[in-house]
């Protein structure tokens, strides 16, 4: 097998296109960012840096739910209302498990069929779960790139696997979980601490001989909200039922993110998640390295087994074992 001939990428261009709103240029421009080549590495890093006075300026929303939830035929329903009302939207994904198959790309976007059709939609499967540096942090700056692209809402869809939902939650401006109408699945979103992330829990599939169920769905999340404590001072999560299939309850669905969006924003509370998202990744990104570097330094990695053992035989405290640990990296 000959290694694949390494041609320079054209980096001024690549930025020039990707400011011009081309997909195919955007669509490289995430291949660069998800590529495991150190010099691919490298550019992706300028790349993103040059275009890093453009980004910033989508709405983020993260969705997550239970497989079969009805994520994907939602983002199709609300990314056309949104495109009808002249807006660009990107979608991304978030799924740890992914090991990026041709099927699920597919899978994907046969489930969103009116959206993959329409040109001011861009539509981009998770990073392959085999990704340097984790699947989340790829998806952040993917979506850095759709907003120096002029995409200005930007939807993240993930399955709540892992750290998934936290992490989506860490890069979005509104987070909207949703559930199904029916008994048992109430306690579920409570209990994995999906309900705290959420800034509003909207229960779909409300269309049949699902809508009492779905209503009273709806009465038990607010009951269970009501005894939280909100994460804001501003806004109280709403409980919301609707249909991504007939399409019934998306206009308002939307309207929360607005309202959640004019609610927060005079206080400053807004722009201070985005300011401490941006610095938590900071940090987040700095502890991988380390831990990086305490795996793959062979030297490193050797004194750390020598301490591990020491500490485990109670020959010195796991306190000077940190701070010997501290002073290598
Ligand atoms: N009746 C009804 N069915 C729906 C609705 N929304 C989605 N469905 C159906 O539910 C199934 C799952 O929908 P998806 O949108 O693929 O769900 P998802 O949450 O993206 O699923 P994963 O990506 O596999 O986690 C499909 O068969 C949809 O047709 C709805 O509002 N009403
Ligand atoms: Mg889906």
Redesign the pocket.
């Known amino acids: 097998m000959t290694a694949p001939a390494k041609r320079p990428i054209d980096l001024p261009s690549l930025a020039g296109d990707v400011r011009a709103g081309h997909r195919a240029a955007l669509a490289r421009a995430i291949t660069l960012i998800e590529s495991r080549r150190a010099d691919h590495q490298t550019d992706a890093r300028a790349l993103v840096q040059e275009l890093l006075p453009l980004t910033g300026r989508a709405l983020r929303v993260g969705i997550t739910?239970s497989?079969?939830?009805?994520?994907?035929?939602?983002i199709d329903a609300l990314g056309i209302y949104l495109i009808e009302r002249g807006h660009k939207i990107a979608v991304l994904a978030v799924d740890p498990s992914s090991a990026r198959t041709g099927g699920s790309i597919l899978g994907d976007k046969t489930?969103m069929a009116r959206l993959s059709a329409e040109a001011n939609a861009f539509i981009r499967p998770s990073p392959s779960s085999g990704t340097l540096g984790g699947v989340a942090a790829k998806t952040r700056e993917a979506m850095l790139l759709c907003e120096a692209a002029g995409f200005d809402v930007v939807l993240v869809?993930t399955?709540g696997v892992g750290q998934s939902e936290t992490e989506v939650c860490d890069m979005t401006d509104f987070f909207l979980a949703l559930m199904l109408p029916g008994a048992g699945d109430e306690l579920q979103g409570i209990k994995k601490g999906l309900v705290e992330l959420a800034d509003m829990i909207a229960i779909?599939?409300a269309?049949?001989d699902?809508i009492a169920r779905a209503n009273q769905a709806a009465g038990e999340y607010r009951a269970a909200l009501h005894i939280l404590t909100p994460r804001s001072a501003h806004w109280q999560p709403p409980v919301m039922t609707y249909?991504?299939?007939?399409g019934k309850g998306i206009a308002e669905l939307w309207q929360a993110v607005l309202d959640h969006r004019a609610a927060t924003t005079p206080s400053g509370e807004f722009d201070a998640r985005r300011r401490a998202q941006q610095v938590k990744w900071m940090w987040t990104l700095l502890e991988d390295r380390w831990k990086a570097k305490l795996k793959s330094d062979p030297a490193i990695r050797a004194k750390v087994k020598q301490l591990e053992a020491a500490v485990a035989d109670g020959k010195i405290t796991p306190t000077l074992g940190a701070d010997q640990i501290a002073e290598m990296l």
Do not use: C, F, L, W
């Open positions: 739910g497989p079969g939830v009805g994520k994907s035929t939602t489930r869809e399955v779909n599939k269309d049949g699902n249909s991504a299939a007939t």
